[in-house]
């Protein structure tokens, strides 16, 4: 049977529209496929935001090109040796080891990997491809923070470089102290020691970065200060120098490292570097302290020395001032020499302690961290082999002396008058034994995860500690001076407590409070709970 004409044409005209419609819907999907919008991030209140959306970064395992010493040679023979690391004061041992030639005179060729080096997009290195460069053992080192090691443990602690005495800081508008923090928009750099210090600072006063606050994670220091003078941030963390920009937006500094000693730079050495050459490891180190021991000796030609490696905008070393410039670097880091790393390394416990604290609030954070045991994150040999040898001793300190894990501070030249209260913690409410100022068992646990951890990191604060009694009915009644005598006793159990855990006694403000008129000599046993406490509050001093 035959198809008329008419027939035939609607059945091609309803064909074509079929592969019309189907055509278009396949270009939409490919288009859609092809332009997926970035991952809206939970911002840490429960909510999200596509304003803070940051998408997960590439992690690329093509290393950026090292810069090489003036008198680099690859035909020499010589092994090859490559760091990567950020502008930092006391990084900056690298270039000074470069342009010296130390690398050289102990028997390899140094190659450094300048992160975020001026405009160079090559050189724009993220947290995680530092990390997987060294974890793969493209990299033969990695200065970077103990609380990234701890995070993802990719490579071993090597070395101490230094403390950070300042460098480290929270900047903020309108928040006074760090239990402010709670409702505020939080910006730092992600994966970075400044998320930590941010991560750490909630813990102080036991927020909760989930939902207690807003968290607003950039790819930089520099983002994340563009991010708080944005309006996007009421708060933000970051280190020296691009921190000080939150100043343009009517920032003002909340806290920094000199308070807080919990920011420590390190070595971090791969792991196959350490297997296959430990001879070139060892001559590294050697390089290094040897280094330090002659900008120690010789500040001057050090300084010269780092202004000379070129690159002066990153550096923010100039040739014309580069004593001056290179001192104002190192005045907010106490740098470890090798004495400090020797004493440090005698005894890692310390150092093991802060790996444990740090990945406890990363854990506390929901961060991923690293299952690699704490023990097998420091290699002590390397620094004890290289102080073996006199001819690596200084003669002499660094700029800032204050590195605290070596030595225990002399405390009485800093004032506790005018001191400013930085945090009052959350743990206020202690028990002791009937009729007795003594801490129960119970109430020592309380100490030890709410108060000895900061205090045991942070020798730049005092510890307000401030005791009250109730006042029951009695006949005849208590006296003004028998409560406030419970009360001290009550306030200075919590500080002899503490002292047996290593806290300077130097540090402890001790004070007693009566309760309100209104809750004195009363039966009421709710009311004379109420007044029952020691109130801890952290305060700086300046020193």
Partial sequence: MKLDRTRVIFIVIIGI????????????????????????????????????AVSTPVVILDSPEPIWGPDYDSEDGLPTYICGADAFGSYFTLQQMQMSGKDIEHGFHLGIIPFFLNDDPNYDVSEEQRTALLNSGQWNCLLTTLDSVALSAPG???????????????????????????????????????????????????????????????????????????????????????????????????????????????????????????????????????????????????????????????SFVYPESASDDFAIWLESVAQADL????????????????????????????????????????????VLRAAEQASLQPNGNPVNDTFSISAQLDL?????????????????????????????????????????????????????????????????PYTEAEILEVAEGRAQSVVDYLVTQGIDPARFIVEAAL?????????????QAQDRFVELTLVTAGR
């Avoid at 419609?21 to 999200?48: E, K």
């Avoid at 500690?465 to 005849?476: H, L, T, Y």
């Avoid at 309100?516 to 009311?527: F, G, H, K, V, Y």
């Fill in 17 to 52: 529209t079929l592969l019309v419609i189907c055509g278009a819907l396949a270009f939409s999907l490919l288009n859609r496929a092809n332009n997926v919008t970035d991952p809206v991030v939970d911002n840490g209140n429960g909510n999200t935001s596509s304003d803070t």
């Fill in 156 to 314: 071993v602690i090597t070395a101490i470089v230094d403390e950070s005495a300042g460098a480290d800081q929270l900047w903020a508008r309108d928040v006074g102290t760090i239990n402010d923090l709670e409702g505020k928009r939080i910006a730092f750099s992600r994966g970075s020691v400044g998320e930590y210090f941010v991560y750490y600072a909630l813990s102080i006063a036991q927020l909760s970065p989930r939902s207690q606050v807003t968290l607003v994670p950039q790819d930089s220091v520099a983002d994340a200060v563009a991010a708080f003078n944005n309006g996007q941030a009421d708060v933000v963390s970051g280190w020296e120098p691009d921190i000080y920009d939150a100043e343009q937006s009517g920032g003002v500094s909340l806290m920094s490292s000199n308070q807080l000693r919990i920011v420590i730079d390190v070595m971090v050495t791969s792991r196959q570097s350490i297997n296959s050459n430990a001879d070139l490891v060892q001559d590294f180190h050697n390089a290094w302290f040897d280094s330090l021991k002659s900008q120690v000796e010789d500040f001057d030609s050090a300084a010269s020395q780092i202004a000379s490696w070129g690159n002066n905008d990153w």
């Fill in 339 to 382: 004495g400090d790393n020797a004493f440090v390394m005698r005894d890692t416990r310390p150092i093991i302690n802060r790996l444990e604290i740090a990945r406890r609030v990363w854990a506390a954070s929901d961060v991923t961290i690293s299952s690699e045991p704490i023990d097998d994150l420091v290699n002590s040999g390397f």
């Fill in 412 to 476: 009485t030249s800093v004032s506790s008058d005018a001191a400013a209260t930085l945090a009052v913690l959350p743990c206020r409410t202690f028990s002791f034994l009937p009729e007795s100022t003594e801490l129960t068992l119970e109430s020592r646990r309380i100490l030890d995860t709410c108060v000895v951890p900061t205090l045991s990191q942070s020798v730049g604060l005092f510890l307000r500690v401030k005791g009250s009694s109730a006042w029951p009915a009695n006949d005849p």
């Fill in 515 to 527: 309760p309100a008129e209104e809750n004195r000599n009363t039966d009421d046993p709710n009311i």
